[in-house]
């Protein structure tokens, strides 16, 4: 049994380890998804969301680990498939000693890998199951199709020796594992019937995050932002590369070019606002004149003007330009922290924003009424 819990172990720290790489990977298409559809990101959708995709790393995981060596699966005279269904039951009661009529046969049956191999195929995609009804809201016929799917993607990985990777296939390809798995499946849609009891159902976190669409709070002008920030950045390299200019000054036009010129021409959009549905207005609701964007994002950047033009200034003196960046990210983030404790303390708003006279507002619902911002 400890062998069993072994074998079975490896494959889950191998997706605890592979897991925040992947979700780190997945995790801006996912939150700018969720603002186009739904206006905001919802907690709940995305703990059900990445806890699903944990769940299909350590189900992928379970049927292919632990690899073993090539040349010794070379050697294999095994059989690759068994195609005779309800095998395993005639394994158990082989191999496992149970003997219906002897009560003392039944607990060492119960800890034999003939009675833990169907359960674990059993178990496999239970969850599975879960996750099709209570979040996708599939049907039953919808979930038995796609619970016997997935187990046959997993069946058929392994007998094409992972993708031809190996020599031939290094598990078997058993039906009783399609039946299991598929089951198993079923089972899980039965489970997931009662979960809006305790759970919100899936039509309430939409209902909810569409609520929420309406106020463009901290985390979305941090996703526009960050959004914003790596296409300045982009647009900086050609005046470095080609015209050789200081690379803080470089930054300092791309981003005063982009920042006020595009929502100027755009109605108060940039890529990342119009991603994350949201649009730069006027406090009457108008559209944010060139003055006012001007002004805006002067007053946001002042630290960034300061050092780009003191980077200029020096261009010619013998001057160790690394500390310019290092001071310039310093004061950045002086400046936020303070302006963030001074816009909590008023209308959630950040200096620039009132000195300005604009706001971001939600273009969710394609409305056109101002809305203040608030913290999601």
């Given at each position: 049994?400890?062998?069993?819990?072994?074998?079975?172990?490896?494959?889950?720290?191998?997706?605890?380890?592979?897991?925040?790489?992947?979700?780190?990977?997945?995790?801006?298409?996912?939150?700018?998804?969720?603002?186009?559809?739904?206006?905001?990101?919802s907690?709940?959708?995305?703990?059900?969301?990445?806890?699903?995709?944990?769940?299909?790393?350590?189900?992928?995981?379970?049927?292919?680990?632990?690899?073993?060596?090539?040349?010794?699966?070379?050697?294999?005279?095994?059989?690759?498939?068994?195609?005779?269904?309800?095998?395993?039951?005639?394994?158990?009661?082989?191999?496992?000693?149970?003997?219906?009529?002897?009560?003392?046969?039944?607990?060492?049956?119960?800890?034999?890998?003939?009675?833990?191999?169907?359960?674990?195929?059993?178990?496999?995609?239970?969850?599975?199951?879960?996750?099709?009804?209570?979040?996708?809201?599939?049907?039953?016929?919808?979930?038995?199709?796609?619970?016997?799917?997935?187990?046959?993607f997993?069946?058929?990985?392994?007998?094409?020796?992972?993708?031809?990777?190996?020599?031939?296939?290094?598990?078997?390809?058993?039906?009783?594992?399609?039946?299991?798995?598929?089951l198993?499946?079923?089972?899980?849609y039965?489970?997931?019937?009662?979960?809006?009891?305790?759970?919100?159902?899936?039509?309430?976190?939409?209902?909810?995050?569409?609520?929420?669409?309406?106020?463009?709070?901290?985390?979305?002008?941090?996703?526009?932002?960050?959004?914003d920030?790596?296409?300045?950045?982009?647009?900086?390299?050609?005046?470095?590369?080609?015209?050789?200019?200081?690379?803080?000054?470089?930054?300092?036009?791309?981003?005063?070019a982009?920042?006020?010129?595009v929502?100027?021409?755009?109605?108060?959009?940039?890529?990342?606002?119009?991603?994350?549905?949201?649009?730069?207005?006027?406090?009457d609701?108008?559209?944010?004149t060139l003055?006012?964007?001007?002004?805006?994002?002067?007053?946001?950047?002042?630290?960034?003007?300061?050092?780009?033009?003191?980077?200029?200034?020096?261009?010619?003196?013998?001057?160790?330009?690394?500390?310019?960046?290092?001071?310039?990210?310093?004061?950045?983030?002086?400046?936020?922290?303070v302006?963030?404790?001074i816009?909590?303390?008023?209308?959630?708003?950040?200096?620039?924003?009132?000195?300005?006279?604009?706001?971001?507002?939600?273009?969710?619902?394609?409305?056109?009424?101002?809305?203040?911002?608030?913290?999601?």
């Open positions: 049994m400890q062998a069993i819990m072994e074998r079975y172990d490896m494959p889950i720290e191998a997706a605890v380890i592979v897991f925040p790489i992947v979700a780190f990977v997945l995790t801006m298409p996912y939150v700018v998804y969720n603002y186009m559809r739904y206006g905001s990101v907690k709940w959708r995305t703990f059900i969301l990445f806890t699903m995709l944990f769940y299909l790393m350590c189900a992928y995981f379970l049927i292919i680990l632990p690899l073993p060596d090539p040349d010794e699966v070379a050697q294999y005279t095994t059989p690759t498939m068994q195609l005779v269904p309800f095998r395993f039951v005639h394994d158990f009661i082989t191999e496992s000693g149970f003997e219906v009529a002897h009560p003392a046969t039944w607990l060492h049956a119960l800890r034999s890998s003939a009675f833990y191999q169907p359960l674990f195929n059993f178990a496999l995609v239970i969850p599975w199951g879960i996750y099709l009804k209570y979040y996708f809201k599939a049907r039953l016929r919808t979930t038995i199709i796609l619970s016997f799917a997935l187990s046959l997993f069946e058929l990985t392994q007998l094409s020796a992972l993708y031809g990777i190996y020599p031939r296939s290094y598990r078997l390809f058993d039906v009783d594992d399609l039946m299991l798995n598929t198993g499946g079923v089972v899980g039965a489970v997931a019937l009662r979960l809006p009891r305790f759970l919100p159902s899936r039509d309430r976190i939409d209902e909810v995050a569409r609520e929420r669409a309406g106020h463009v709070g901290y985390s979305r002008r941090f996703v526009a932002f960050i959004i920030y790596a296409l300045i950045n982009t647009l900086a390299i050609p005046l470095i590369s080609f015209l050789h200019m200081n690379e803080v000054l470089s930054f300092a036009i791309a981003l005063f982009y920042s006020i010129l929502p100027w021409v755009c109605r108060g959009a940039t890529l990342g606002k119009l991603l994350t549905r949201q649009r730069i207005r006027r406090d609701g108008s559209r944010a003055p006012a964007l001007l002004l805006r994002y002067t007053i946001r950047n002042l630290g960034l003007v300061s050092f780009a033009l003191a980077s200029a200034l020096v261009s010619d003196v013998n001057f160790d330009y690394q500390v310019i960046p290092v001071l310039y990210e310093l004061l950045c983030l002086i400046v936020l922290v302006d963030a404790f816009s909590l303390r008023h209308d959630k708003r950040f200096l620039f924003e009132r000195l300005s006279h604009t706001r971001s507002i939600s273009t969710f619902g394609v409305s056109a009424r101002p809305h203040k911002g608030s913290a999601e």
